[in-house]
T-cell receptor, first 116, second 114 residues
């Protein structure tokens, strides 16, 4: 079974430029998460989707970050414009619907973003 | 609110030996789940093991075992017979049993020496 797929794996951009990250979750997982992981820290949740609905985006900096999951499968996270402080690893994870058994979150390989 | 504390920023272990990674937690939830993830330098967070707060037996998965002491609020990970490929960052995480949000600790870097 394929795991969570993310692209690109690495991205280097100049500040004020836009950037987008793509995620394809594990087949059958209707819950999708985007996390940000700063250097030397654990991941922190940005947004959670149940199917195509963003059910928790309270930690998403909405002035510059946006996300979508139009058909309830793939998702895109966008930053526009990027700032130096956005340099981090952006991780996508998926799980079965919360409350379904253990519903472990499985993570993708992440996108390492460097903003210059 | 939930808080995870990992006090060991880095550890060295000799190949084939066992290593214990400490994790303590604080929560007001009566039911919760504890997780350990491995993050190699490639960046992917790999799920290792899960322990439910009401599970009476300590969880085991191959060379990984979780030493769960509920009264002390600790959930230490034991890696037996360390291998070079075990060199990575290890994160302890938890969530309420019916909650979706995972709270992570700061992680412990493990380096296995040949």
């Amino acid at each position: 079974e394929a795991g969570v797929v993310q692209s690109p794996r690495y991205k280097i951009i100049e500040k004020k430029q836009p950037v987008a990250f793509w995620c394809n979750p594990i087949s059958g997982h209707n819950t999708l998460y985007w996390y940000r992981q700063n250097l030397g820290q654990g991941p922190e949740l940005l947004i959670r989707y149940e199917n195509e609905e963003a059910v928790d985006d309270s930690q998403l900096p909405k002035d510059r970050f946006s996300a979508e999951r139009l058909k309830g499968v793939d998702s895109t996270l966008k930053i526009q414009p990027a700032e130096l402080g956005d340099s981090a690893v952006y991780l996508c994870a998926s799980s079965l619907k919360p409350g379904t058994g253990v519903w472990t979150q499985y993570f993708g390989p992440g996108t390492r973003l460097l903003v210059l | 609110a939930q808080k995870i504390t990992q006090t060991q920023p880095g550890m060295f272990v000799q190949e084939k030996e066992a290593v214990t990674l400490d994790c303590t937690y604080d929560t007001s939830d009566q039911s919760y789940g504890l997780f350990w993830y491995k993050q190699p330098s490639s960046g992917e967070m790999i799920f290792l093991i899960y322990q439910g707060s009401y599970d009476e037996q300590n969880a085991t998965e191959g060379r990984y075992s979780l030493n769960f002491q509920k009264a002390r609020k600790s959930a230490n990970l034991v890696i037996s017979a360390s291998q070079l490929g075990d060199s990575a960052m290890y994160f302890c995480a938890m969530r309420g049993l019916n909650d979706y949000k995972l709270s992570f600790g700061a992680g412990t870097t493990v380096t296995v020496r040949a």
